[in-house]
DNA sequence: TTGTAGGCGTTATCAC
DNA sequence: GTGATAACGCCTACAA
């Protein structure tokens, strides 16, 4: 009874099993097979037991996308990252995707390489998808996306910044914050000619951050920021110009310290140092950001500051997860987890005045 | 008649507008708005007009979800990497998204650590998805997966490595050859020991592959392969390793060259030389492969292979949408899309007998 | 160019 | 513990 096929003309899927099938395999109601998914407890075990070998036998494998219809919500975390192909980003990727592994969630990704265009695009296509969760990481949204977001109505996550205030939950530590820890670093030495170094193309708006977080620091200290930006795509490279340009000025007159936008530039600059006859950190001291694989490598090795990339993609899927057993956080629900981000004191930044 | 809200508790989703809601606006009916988004050209301009207005306003969003489920086929191209926290996965996958972003297909993630079980397991749980299709990157799939794959019936793409005779359509390179090409390299110089240095947690088999490679270019030119396998987890810590090592043996008998298993091992191995009295490439020859950012700026710069990552993302991706036009490829189409991967040589391998 | 009918595979609701 | 029924929001097929 009940018979499926109505009319000569009914559509078919190809030839993958259903739920339907299932249970009429093991004459049971489909829902009962449903049940043995979703909620395996309300199934007596005998009935458990045949339905796994029926599964197993014709290889059933439910479709996320009729459940996801069915209960209303995809089961995917959307991710709208900013440069996919980052070392940054992938640990963070990565930090997710193994949290979430185990949930039966996936992750659907899009890269907005910087753009709050791109990213306010990637969100709107994410709206159909009717996610589960979204993790965001930037804080300035178009208002168009701000709009989407709230009306959303689902966890949502800005992650690797930490910004006060926010009404989204925050995963990450403060960027302006990090640019002053260096300039700090430097100043506690007693230097007082400290530079920032960035390149002019930088689509990374941390970096201009760190650099507002040094600026400010170096105001707090009554000394001048002096933030020198190389015009160079190539972030080695940039960081080679930068510490040549240094070595063309007076040694009384130069700066005692280089602050550079990240790990890649200050390499360059440490790589290149020897051909300008310069030796560091005597002649000059040498901090980055984000303790790349190399940096402990190099000779001086780099100080730096390292951030927690895949501790920050765990958390923030964990946040996702916890959220969706506990509901939502209740009002006055810390929203702002502050994630470690070190400050490892090499070689490098060793000051000789 | 067959009015909807048969009863008082009939189920409603939360507040996100549909398809209907947009309609009734409009005053049309559904499967016009439909047609807006999927095949626009059949509605009247003047319509289209109004529809975009009214879309606009509402913010309506199409669900993904339920045309994925009324269509049969999901929107989402799904893709298992082997390690989404490296450099070369995260390139892959930026060439796959770029491509795919304007198609209005989403890239589904997995990543399997270089495990054929967690391979399994994703492709298991894409299987749900009823993926468009499937792009995988490695060949040597468990029995149960490659059942899996031949009963999909979609697309199924291999990236990365290029394996003559598979089922499937292959994008990228032969894995094995490159480890011959390095061999060759040295072999021309006239070296005659010549090792071949790898790490012996490394987990990517591919590395595997090139020392397979190597000792086949050795045994041509009728010389014993050396492969050297380091218990060192850090690359670059067995790099140094693996340098140290050579510089422990009388000069006569060493090694004239080293290949490594990657660049970082190779750039461990240079940064570390200085502190064994090495002097490089005078006293060794040195290549590795990937072409890491940081090896054109070491000194002596590193030779290296130069894999297409990206373009084999990209590559892949377009091969996915052109299947999708074009219908499965026609029986005996190429099937293997060879991309370049260059050997890069620079002054590391120059050799000094 | 536009509309009607019904199904895609699952789950929520209520009943037994 | 198990089942019948009706959605979920959209799209295919067919009709006008």
Redesign the pocket.
């Known amino acids: 009874m009940?018979q499926?096929?109505?009319?000569?003309?009914?559509?078919?899927?190809?030839g993958?099993?259903?739920?339907?099938?299932?249970?009429a395999l093991a004459?049971?109601?489909?829902?009962?097979?449903?049940?043995y998914?979703?909620s395996p407890?309300?199934?007596?075990v005998?009935?458990?037991e045949r339905l796994r070998e029926i599964i197993d036998r014709i290889g059933?494998?439910?479709?996320?996308?009729?459940?996801?219809?069915?209960?209303?919500h995809g089961r995917v975390v959307c991710a709208v990252m900013q440069n996919i192909a980052s070392a940054t980003f992938a640990d963070l990727v990565k930090g997710m995707t193994d949290e979430l592994q185990a949930s039966g969630l996936q992750l659907l990704l899009a890269n907005a390489q910087y753009s709050q265009e791109l990213e306010e695009q990637a969100i709107r296509t994410f709206v159909?998808w009717?996610p589960t969760a979204l993790i965001l990481t930037r804080h300035d949204h178009t208002p168009a996306a701000e709009a989407m977001l709230r009306a959303l109505n689902i966890p949502v996550i800005e992650a690797w910044g930490l910004v006060p205030g926010r009404p989204f939950h925050q995963v990450g530590f403060p960027h302006i914050e990090t640019g002053a820890i260096l300039a700090r670093h430097f100043l506690e030495q007693g230097a007082t000619r400290i530079q920032f170094v960035m390149s002019h193309t930088t689509e990374d708006f941390r970096a201009k951050q760190r650099a507002q977080g040094y600026a400010q620091a170096m105001a707090s200290a009554g000394l001048k920021a002096d933030v020198q930006v190389i015009a160079q795509d190539d972030e080695f490279e940039a960081g080679a110009m930068g510490i040549e340009a240094l070595s063309r000025l007076a040694a009384n007159c130069r700066p005692q310290a280089l602050i550079f936008a990240n790990d890649n530039m200050a390499a360059g600059a440490i790589l290149h140092a020897p051909a300008c006859n310069l030796v560091l950190p005597r002649d000059c001291a040498i901090a980055g950001f984000g303790d790349a694989s190399i940096s402990a490598r190099l000779r001086p090795a780099l100080t730096t500051l390292r951030p927690a990339r895949y501790q920050i993609g765990q958390h923030a899927a964990r946040t996702v997860l916890q959220q969706l057993t506990l509901g939502p956080a209740r009002d006055n629900t810390v929203v702002e987890d502050l994630l470690p981000c070190e400050l490892v004191i090499r070689e490098s930044s060793q000051l000789h005045l």
């Open positions: 009940t499926k096929q109505t009319s000569r003309t009914t559509r078919r899927k190809a993958s099993y259903t739920i339907h099938d299932v249970a004459g049971v109601s489909s829902i009962t097979v449903s049940r998914f979703n407890e309300k199934v007596s005998a009935l458990r059933y494998v439910p479709s996320q996308v009729a459940g996801g219809l069915a209960s209303g159909g009717h």
